[in-house]
């Protein structure tokens, strides 16, 4: 054991080896993969004691090492073998009440044993974690990852032993203000592997990712490609639906490369029936296999036309909180829960706020039908005029597509959340549609935006959506809080709501606060009864706005939140859920399951 840490502090020291830019491997749940969920030894480092020396340079024996004292003289200042446990998949705030407000460094530490098998290759692969990641295997550093929502992997493949391998994490969630998101969020910072941890096998030369979906417009012909990654780059790839009869093959070039262009006949995916096909990418080397579904999206006029006709999204937000238990959502149970109270409320689309939830989600909503908005953490003000910021919002922008794109249910790519109009801040979001419309032509692109009062002689009775932003989306989103933040509920009957853009509109957030269980007359804030209220305001304006199409009221479930302090009101929540954390659904929930019925009619 000496020697070998003695060895391994040496390869740190003398020998550091270049650290990886994270891999994108996608639909791991089809891989061969050994799960390191669980127990998880954690060191809570406020001071980052495991990172910097006293000098606060980054040490060379810090706690990435997984080092044991090599005799009873030696000085090592920490031991993970008896420091507390965490559990992942879970964010630390919920799991242990003294990191309930908790914002810094915590070391994970994880050891397995994995005997490798000849002519593969092994990845270590992380769901999310939150905020910045660096990872160590045995000693040595593999790389780092930032943004809390996005998964990333590093290759380990001979870098592994048979027995006792250490995998150490340095998980981060300070914020700071040029991060993505930044400083200020209305949602609970949780800090932590919040997403699951495996090892992922694949052979030599594999199928590093794919994209296969309809092509933009067409409903008759798939485009899209593989990618492979490894020494035979040059193969033969079939892509394969049985159930359609479609078998095609392509030739990969010598970067692993091939575009795709099949004709094939397929019954679409939509709400009404949610289609998905087997669909194999089999290589010579490697074959994948996933669900997937073709459907198209596009817009016509104030129109979204899914498969063609004219569609109203009924939606609601949804934050990647959990039900009953409170803390970040990951697993396919709360998927379930979550989606299922959205169908019930009579939606056909959820928007995914603001940023992209784990993958379980959007499979659940594959499967059930469920059109779904996902968002990128480009939240409020965040430093519009920085290029780092700027790339970190890319890259989580590009990771999330990476991810996703081979979802029926994604219609549509948000870039932001309630940013404020200026220059520098336009020119960004112009560059992130950009950007999404280059990695992804087949879906819509859209923002939440913000709206102003017209002034002069209407003053007070239009609110008119006239952002720089909106000449580049698809389909504009837009937040108000008639009723809550601005006015009181009846404001929203003398409302005109105009949009200078003939384009479809998504009311993509109103609502207002209620606490299960507080009742009062209509105008007492904080009742089931004033959120009811405002919704009944809201629906009737709603109706008046003739490029409506869609909504999403704020919000599915009440949610964990700093700014929220008010006692025995709020207690650190935002109480703007239609249903209580515990699935009790307020009056609210009712009028907007009432406006989702006839909206379903008049759609039909
Ligand atoms: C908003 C934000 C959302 C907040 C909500 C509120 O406009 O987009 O993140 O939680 O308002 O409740 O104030």
């Not at 003695?6 to 491997?25: D, F, G, K, W």
Request: glycine fraction near 8%; aromatic fraction near 12%.
């Amino acid at each position: 054991m000496r020697t070998h840490l003695t060895v391994l502090a040496l390869v740190a020291i003398c020998a550091p080896v270049e650290a990886q830019t994270p891999i994108r491997i996608v639909n791991v749940e089809a891989r061969r993969t050994t799960s390191l969920n669980g127990k998880w030894r954690a060191i809570v480092d406020p001071y980052e004691n495991g990172y910097y020396d006293f000098r606060l340079q980054p040490s060379k024996d810090g706690y990435f090492l997984d080092a044991k004292p090599k005799d009873k003289s030696d000085l090592v200042e920490y031991d993970f073998d008896t420091s507390g446990q965490l559990d992942v998949p879970g964010d630390w705030n919920t799991q242990r009440e003294s990191l309930f407000f908790y914002e810094g460094t915590v070391w994970y530490r994880k050891t397995f044993d994995y005997p490798s098998r000849p002519g593969t290759r092994l990845f270590l692969y992380f769901g999310a974690a939150n905020y910045e990641a660096m990872v160590y295997l045995n000693g040595e550093k593999l790389g780092s990852h930032t943004g809390g929502y996005t998964p990333f992997a590093f290759e380990i493949t001979g870098k592994t032993r048979e027995k006792g391998n250490s995998v150490v994490v340095k998980v981060d969630d300070k914020r700071h203000r040029e991060d993505v998101p930044t400083v200020n969020t209305d949602w609970w910072n949780y800090g932590g592997l919040t997403r699951g941890v495996s090892l992922v096998e694949v052979p030599e030369t594999f199928v590093e990712d794919y994209f296969v979906q309809l092509k933009k417009g067409s409903t008759d012909t798939i485009a899209g490609w593989v990618k492979l990654n490894g020494v035979r780059a040059r193969q033969q790839v079939a892509i394969r639906i049985p159930e359609a009869g479609v078998s095609a093959s392509v030739s990969t070039d010598a970067n692993g490369y091939a575009a795709l262009s099949i004709p094939a006949k397929l019954t679409l995916w939509s709400p009404e029936n949610p289609k998905l096909y087997d669909v194999a990418i089999a290589a010579e080397t490697d074959t994948v296999s996933e669900r997937i579904g073709f459907r198209t999206i596009e817009t016509k006029g104030t129109d979204i036309l899914l498969n063609g006709k004219s569609v109203f999204l009924r939606g609601v937000s949804i934050h990647e909180e959990a039900p009953f238990r409170t803390g970040r959502a990951y697993s396919l149970e709360d998927a379930r829960t979550l989606l299922g109270w959205a169908k019930e409320m009579g939606c056909n689309f959820v928007r995914l706020a603001h940023y992209p939830h784990n993958e379980n989600m959007v499979r659940e909503a594959d499967r059930l039908g469920l059109m779904v908005w996902s968002e990128t953490p480009v939240y409020w003000t965040i430093l519009w005029e920085n290029p780092e910021t700027f790339a970190n919002a890319s890259n989580q922008l590009a990771e999330s597509i990476a991810r996703d794109k081979n979802r029926a249910s994604i219609v549509l790519w948000s870039v932001a959340n309630e940013t404020p109009v200026g220059e520098a801040r336009t020119a960004f979001l112009k560059k992130l549609a950009a950007q999404v419309r280059a990695l992804d032509s087949t879906r819509l692109v859209t923002a939440a935006l913000l709206h102003h009062n017209d002034g002069g002689a209407a003053e007070g009775t239009t609110d008119l959506l006239d952002d720089p932003l909106g000449a580049d989306l698809d389909v504009l989103g837009c937040n108000e809080y008639l009723g809550w933040y601005d006015g009181l509920p009846d404001k929203a009957d003398h409302i005109d709501y105009k949009t200078i853009y003939s384009k479809p509109l998504i009311m993509s957030e109103f609502g207002a606060d209620a606490l299960y269980g507080l009742h009062g007359d209509p105008l007492t804030r904080w009742s089931e009864e004033y959120q009811e209220n405002v919704y009944r305001h809201q629906v009737g304006m709603l109706k008046r706005i003739p490029n409506l199409r869609g909504t999403s009221p704020w919000v599915l479930m009440d949610f964990r939140s700093p700014r929220r302090a008010l006692a025995d009101i709020q207690d650190f929540f935002n109480r703007k859920g239609l249903v209580s954390v515990r699935g009790d659904k307020k009056k609210a929930f009712y009028v907007m399951q009432e406006f989702y019925q006839a909206k379903q009619q008049e759609y039909q």
